[in-house]
């Protein structure tokens, strides 16, 4: 069984004139047993501004605005989600020799860090509300910039040190954008429409790593190559792998081109990064993609008439991609997998050249498993989230009751259909979770490891007021 505790302190002070100028102060000091005894506590402060353009007297003749209020706010935050016990030596089992006999012991199995601390983030806010026509059109418009620094990750060390990871405090990150809403009553009387929508654009970019800010390669492909890169000037955990060219088409191809050691005719060809003639894991490898998206978006619209509702909720996301890691067995062509139909069209002579991208199974196997752009999907998907039709019943109807005040009957269907043009199971991939570690490694997010379809959930229920 596990324990751990958090204590906190807080401060808040609130102030308003006239409802027109508003001011927010919070000052609050957290303390958590997760982290090292030297900095187990934090302070992070905050405050807020607004002023309610639409109270004051020059806006009484614009009477088709109805709010209109400017906003900021600035603070800090604290992140201490690392999973307990991460600051000590952590013991477990290993065998070794004793007298000659194999015997149980004990070994330790992580790094004790007594200085880590908060992961702290300063983030300032900034934004407008806008209602017009009695709030039957309503705007929000919000820029943020958040800047994360000591950021709590499990870093991969040197395997000489006799550990693979370590929890560290390290690194600054900023993530800054837009976020814009509305909601409409675009219907009134007795049949309703009413919107709600919302997009958001975010834009990540390492500012610091390390002292000498060095990348910061994480994940580990079946061949036991890297495939992110997080680097200062970029978003964090881009893929990283080599850059798909096609295939060596006959022996003149394969003569005049960079190639691997086991390199055939008809085998994958890669890009030499390195121009030095040859291809070599890691050193050709190169940013093949990005998994943070353009913009992200949610649209509900809610009708109404006399007992009816109906509600359907649209999600989806643009840009970004995919590293389907499952192609290292789904493309294996060693011959004793069951794989992808793709491998039908595979090279087979240079009269047969297959679709030029799907190599021979007669050589080379072994670096076509191994992390490459062609594992790169587009990540852009529409998703019918919801869609929910009831019935309420009339007080009429139920009059007769005694007991029952209220009555609604209605069904739904949860993730009714997806439009992406991704080929796996589910565009909203993540294997970030380290096996055998609480901690969730955000060094190696938008990966599909044969990630489980979304289920499709039919409902039908009665709520009933008594």
Do not use: C
């Amino acid at each position: 069984m596990q324990k751990w505790s958090i204590i906190s302190y807080l401060a808040r002070v609130n102030y308003s004139y006239k409802e027109k100028y508003l001011f927010t102060g919070t000052i609050r000091t957290d303390g958590s047993s997760r982290f090292g005894s030297n900095k187990r506590y934090g302070t992070f402060p905050s405050a807020a501004i607004a002023w309610r353009i639409s109270q004051e007297d020059f806006m009484k003749k614009a009477d088709w605005i109805s709010d209109l209020k400017l906003r900021a706010t600035y603070g800090l935050s604290g992140n201490f989600n690392i999973g307990n016990y991460t600051f000590i030596t952590n013991i477990g089992s290993s065998n070794y020799v004793l007298g000659g006999q194999l015997s149980g012991g004990r070994v330790p199995t992580s790094l004790n860090n007594p200085n880590l601390t908060w992961e702290e983030s300063s983030q300032l806010d900034a934004g407008i509300d806008l209602g017009i026509l009695k709030d039957r059109l309503y705007f929000n418009l919000d820029y943020y910039n958040r800047i994360t620094k000591g950021m709590l990750y499990n870093s991969e060390i040197p395997l000489s040190s006799g550990y693979s990871n370590a929890i560290i405090n390290s690194g600054k990150i900023q993530n800054k954008g837009f976020e814009f809403g509305l909601n409409s009553k675009n219907l009134q009387g007795d049949f309703t429409w009413n919107t709600s929508a919302n997009i958001a654009f975010n834009r990540n970019k390492v500012l610091a790593l390390n002292e000498n800010n060095d990348p910061i390669y994480s994940g580990r492909s079946g061949e036991g190559s890297y495939q992110h890169i997080t680097q200062v000037g970029h978003p964090v955990g881009e893929f990283f792998g080599y850059i798909l060219e096609g295939v060596y088409k006959n022996q003149a191809d394969l003569d005049n081109s960079p190639k691997h050691v086991t390199s055939v005719i008809g085998s994958v060809k890669y890009k030499d990064v390195d121009n030095n003639g040859i291809i070599e894991p890691v050193k050709d490898f190169a940013v093949i993609g990005s998994p943070q998206p353009d913009f992200t978006w949610g649209l509900t619209n809610t009708f109404g008439y006399k007992g009816f509702d109906l509600n359907i909720l649209l999600v989806g996301s643009q840009g970004g991609q995919i590293l389907k890691t499952a192609n290292q067995y789904l493309l294996n062509i060693d011959g004793i997998f069951n794989v992808d139909r793709k491998v039908l069209n595979r090279w087979r002579s240079p009269e047969n050249p297959g679709d030029g991208f799907t190599p021979t199974t007669n050589g080379s196997r072994v670096i076509y498993r191994d992390v490459n752009s062609s594992w790169v999907e587009s990540a852009s998907y529409m998703r019918i989230q919801n869609i929910t039709l009831g019935y309420r019943f009339s007080e009429k109807f139920l009059r007769t009751s005694k007991i029952i005040k209220g009555a609604r009957i209605y069904s739904s269907i949860q993730n009714l259909t997806t439009f992406t043009k991704y080929s796996g199971a589910n565009p909203e991939v993540s294997r970030n979770t380290i096996s055998g570690n609480a901690v969730s490694n955000a060094l190696v997010p938008g990966e599909d490891f044969t990630n489980y379809p979304l289920p499709r959930t039919f409902t039908l229920g009665v709520n009933l007021t008594f």
